[in-house]
């Protein structure tokens, strides 16, 4: 995934904290090796190599599910946030190493193989056709809280009432711990916030960018210009979950305010700037 987890529970003892606790790691090493862009060998980039050939592949449960989750995300938020975006972040990714912008045409060359119509689903057995070759899918707006969606998930089924898991400035809080009843506390751009049964996310470039020629860039890239912002701000998400607030948070960096606050009190998130 890129970044650090850290989970924290309120469990009876210490033996059974560990052991549920470990129980949840295990869940994100088996989502780590679904989702990883930066592993040859995972099942995305596995996928992402059939790109252009006109086949069908069937993919994992957990795969499709945040396929389906991206995709619902980029038509509700117009394309602000669209996880076939892979391509414009290996170039980055390679320009950055070489101290470079990219030029106008590698942009568009990048920008041609984006667009969420390019994936294809068929529901009936579960497959997915990438029909534009040199596709690559990039879950870093969206796979941290989905993972931590997944790792609570296993923390309920053990017994575990009240948990945070923080992953990379994403968080995702159960009920409230036993000594703080109204909620988890959460400082959110220098505001404290008690929240429980919910996901927090934040986007900006405060800490992450890309420093090229003097000028520095916002590493969330619009899928729409293939650049990232250069003016720097951040917004902060409250939602139901962190699959959402993760995603949300990503779409409305890019999108105007209005539209952007709209959108998040469509989903009943609370936006924070």
């Known amino acids: 995934m ?5 989970v924290v529970v309120y469990a009876s003892d210490s033996a059974l904290a ?10 994100l ?12 060998d995972s099942e995305v980039n596995t996928l992402c190599r059939t790109s252009g050939s006109g086949q069908y592949v ?5 795969l499709w599910n945040i396929l389906q989750a991206s995709a619902k995300a980029a038509q509700l938020s117009e394309g602000n946030f669209d996880v076939t975006i892979g391509p414009l972040t290996q170039l980055w990714r390679r320009m950055k190493r070489q101290k470079q912008l990219p030029t106008p ?6 920008k041609a193989k984006i667009g969420i119509d390019k994936i294809v689903f068929n529901e009936k057995n579960q497959s997915v056709m990438l029909n534009t070759k040199g596709m690559r899918l990039d879950f870093g707006g ?4 989905f993972a931590e969606d997944e790792m609570m998930k296993v923390l309920k089924e053990n ?20 000594d703080s009843p109204t909620g988890w506390e959460i400082i959110i751009n220098k505001e404290k916030y008690f929240l ?13 960018f890309v420093e090229i020629e003097g000028k520095k860039y916002a590493h969330i890239l619009d899928p729409k210009t293939g650049i990232g912002y250069a003016e720097p701000h951040q917004v902060s998400i409250i939602a139901k979950d962190g699959t959402i607030s993760d995603w949300l948070s990503t779409a409305l960096y890019l999108m105007p305010t209005d539209s952007g606050r709209k959108l998040a009190k469509k989903l009943k998130a609370k936006a924070i700037k």
């Open 29 to 40: 090493d088996e989502l780590n090796m679904v989702l990883s862009d930066y592993r040859e």
């Open 18 to 27: 560990r052991d549920i606790t470990k129980k949840a790691y295990v869940r």
């Open 58 to 62: 069937k993919v994992s449960a957990d």
């Open 142 to 145: 969206i796979g941290k809280g």
């Open 159 to 178: 017994g575990i009432k009240s948990a945070l898991i923080e992953a990379g400035g994403n968080i995702v809080v159960s009920n409230s711990p036993t």
């Open 105 to 110: 045409t590698q942009i568009s060359e990048a």
């Open 2 to 6: 890129g970044t650090m987890f850290r």
């Open 196 to 208: 429980k049964n919910c996901g927090i996310s934040t986007s900006g470039d405060a800490y992450q």
